[in-house]
């Protein structure tokens, strides 16, 4: 039996406020919009405004990896929407690292294609906003390791999440300790996967590259390799070696041309299942001390550690990195704390605590990381939930040094405009923004069509959406 509670019903900024209060949350709303229309700077360049646009996926690439049509039209309304960092979505650096049948891939046969989005979506901001001297643009490389199309790659045994991922769905078959994982040749001719995607970016015009190290792809997974054997587990230095010597082959590939940037878990988390009886996540079982995340406190892993994800920002900025994303959870196992919901998934859980404390541990580790690296533009996320008040957290963080710049995902799916309404008039369209109500994760994990993968976006606020997620209840999906 599911149980849906309605959290967001607030008539007035006053109503957040009292409901903040009343939840005991440590959640800022400023009136008036000023610290978010400032410039801020990466590393040696200035982007132009403190709002931007986080790595969404539309799922709509070419079977081989190439942007689509929806592609070209997601990327254009985002460089029209008047945020100055757009954080491209997740590219694959080999076509087996895709997270679905149609994931963006980088490679010497979609680079011109690749250039070719982003130069459509720069040309979209210059009609819109006059200039894109200040736009910074980026591009986002990826492995998705054993959340990988069609077959999962392990890079290490993390025996809560081994019990989610599926070596055969369909022979209800999953991963255990006889998994075969990659080797160490095999994550070597990997980095040098990363390394020419990052070298075929900067040659496209992208300002900066993301090494993708959250929601247990690859890279996040290796970050939690304590019982990995060889030069990439185990110790803090080893987990964290293929992102330090893939950095360093960046540098002395593109040399300074290339802003250097990294997404990041800072906090992972325990699984979390429905409960039979309300639909309502509870965690599974787990044992202590807890050794399968990253950020957890192994003695109570509900909790976050720190220690290692500050040391983790520390050691990025040292080799170069000059943007850092700040990110939670994972959408296969957790999403409640990577993206406060109203409503789930179908498939997925109820949240099992009000959105305000998900927003409110968003906010609190991307402060704790702000303060351990002042020299990095960190870049925030957990906004989305706010809706039309979301600028105005963003302002409040701003103001007090908590984050760089606020940057929203599911809300710019909604509302790509969100900025040049925000720093234009001081406030968002309660129409338009993001109802956080989950259609877009629906349309994710609809495959059932030609293509192997439908689109993705906004069904609530994008009638194109919209009329795709008709096909996926007709049963095609």
């Not at 979505?89 to 680079?111: C, D, K």
């Amino acid at each position: 039996m599911s149980h849906r509670k309605k959290y967001f019903t607030y008539r007035s900024i006053d109503d957040l406020r009292r409901d903040i209060e009343a939840q005991g949350v440590v959640i800022g709303l400023e009136d008036a919009l000023e610290a978010v229309r400032t410039p801020a700077r990466i590393g040696s360049r200035s982007v132009g405004n403190r709002l931007g646009i986080h790595p969404m996926e539309g799922c709509d690439a070419t079977r081989d990896g190439a942007p689509d049509e929806l592609t070209f039209r997601r990327w254009r309304r985002f460089g029209e929407g008047g945020a100055k960092l757009l954080w491209g979505e997740a590219t694959a650096v080999v076509p087996e690292g895709r997270a679905n049948a149609r994931q963006l891939v980088i490679n010497a046969r979609t680079q011109p294609l690749l250039g070719r989005l982003l130069e459509e979506t720069r040309a979209a901001h210059r009609a819109r906003c006059g200039s894109d001297d200040d736009l910074i643009v980026g591009l986002q490389l990826t492995h998705s390791g054993r959340w990988s199309y069609p077959r999962p790659i392990l890079a290490a045994h993390l025996s809560a999440i081994d019990r989610r991922t599926f070596i055969d769905r369909s022979a209800g078959l999953r991963a255990d300790e006889s998994t075969p994982l990659l080797s160490d040749d095999d994550l070597l001719r990997l980095q040098d996967a990363y390394i020419a995607a990052a070298r075929l970016a900067a040659d496209a015009g992208f300002d900066f590259v993301d090494i993708k190290q959250c929601h247990t792809y690859l890279l996040g997974e290796l970050l939690c390799a304590r019982r990995r054997a060889g030069r990439f587990g185990g110790s803090f230095e080893n987990r964290t070696r293929f992102v330090r010597e893939v950095l360093d082959g960046i540098r002395a590939e593109t040399g300074p041309r290339l802003i250097l940037a990294s997404r990041i878990n800072a906090f992972d988390g325990v699984p979390y299942t429905a409960d039979p009886d309300t639909g309502i996540g509870r965690p599974d079982a787990f044992t202590i001390p807890y050794e399968d995340g990253f950020g957890v406190d192994p003695a109570d892993p509900l909790k976050e550690d720190l220690t290692e994800p500050v040391a983790l920002a520390r050691m990025l900025a040292a080799h170069g990195v000059d943007l850092l994303n700040v990110s939670l959870g994972s959408p296969y196992y957790n999403p409640h704390v990577g993206r406060p919901y109203e409503r789930a998934s179908e498939g997925s859980y109820e949240t099992p605590e009000h959105p305000l404390a998900g927003v409110d541990r968003h906010f609190r580790i991307t402060a704790a990381l702000q303060e351990a690296v002042p020299d990095v533009a960190v870049v925030g996320t957990g906004y989305s939930w706010l809706q039309k008040y979301l600028v105005h957290a963003a302002e409040w963080n701003i103001r007090r040094g908590r984050v760089t710049i606020a940057a929203v995902g599911r809300g710019a799916l909604a509302y790509p405009e969100f900025a040049t309404d925000a720093l234009t008039t001081g406030e968002l369209q309660s129409k338009r923004v993001c109802l956080t109500v989950s259609f877009c994760t629906d349309l994710m994990r609809a495959k059932k069509n030609a293509l192997g993968q439908f689109p993705t976006g906004c069904v609530p606020r994008d009638e194109v959406y919209a009329d795709v997620y008709r096909e996926v209840l007709k049963g095609e999906g």
